[in-house]
């Protein structure tokens, strides 16, 4: 489940019709619960927003 984010930076407008590309590296899981992992969605190639996505794990 989506938890939160942090450190985020929009770049630029994203606006009906453009196709966001999401780019994700986990960073790391703690007690196999909670997790955090960098993000990257660029428009076109150009970089749109950067930031931390913070997830919990559910059964």
Request: charged share 30%; no cysteine.
């Amino acid at each position: 489940m989506f938890a939160g984010i942090d450190k985020v930076r929009f770049r630029r407008q994203v606006v009906p019709g453009d196709q966001l590309v999401m780019t994700l590296e986990l960073l790391y899981v703690k007690r196999r619960r909670f997790g955090k992992m960098q993000a990257r969605a660029e428009v076109d190639g150009q970089l749109a927003a950067e930031g931390e996505l913070l997830f919990s794990l559910v059964e």
